[in-house]
Nanobody, 125 residues
Framework: QVQLVESGGGLVQPGGSLRLSCSAS????????MGWYRQAPGEQRELVAS???????KYADSVKGRFTISRNNAVHTVYLQMNSLRPEDTAVYYC???????????????????WGQGTQITVSS
């Protein structure tokens, strides 16, 4: 079974830092772009940062200069280093893979728009 598993959420004071990780489990062959999204209560889910398979990042304006996305293709993991956190960063953060290839038996199968279960980030004093 293929799934994305996030870790690293929690409570942090304003100005603090956290690092999120998201690993793909299963017999993964490759993953195209991966990204982090967030959803605050009463708000729509929004893109925070994304990274292509060749490590080209993209950031929402609200996190530029504070957050850094990276990935390790060898272990099918994407990271989000979050610095200078603000109360408005409080949300559930979700990992996403837009297209991944995995082995099912001897066959190579595709999955599209795969989501993790989400992890809560609360920035509060």
């Amino acid at each position: 079974q293929v799934q994305l598993v996030e870790s690293g959420g929690g409570l942090v004071q304003p100005g603090g830092s956290l690092r999120l990780s998201c690993s793909a489990s299963g017999r993964i062959f490759s993953i195209n772009a991966m990204g982090w999204y967030r959803q605050a209560p009463g708000e729509q889910r929004e893109l925070v940062a994304s990274i292509t398979g060749d490590h080209t990042p993209k950031y929402a304006d609200s996190v530029k200069g504070r957050f850094t996305i990276s990935r390790n293709n060898a272990v099918h993991t994407v990271y989000l280093q979050m610095n200078s956190l603000r109360p408005e960063d409080t949300a559930v953060y979700y990992c996403n893979a837009d297209h991944l290839l995995y082995y099912s038996g001897d066959r190579l199968e595709s999955m599209y728009d795969v989501w993790g279960q989400g992890t809560q980030i609360t920035v509060s004093s």
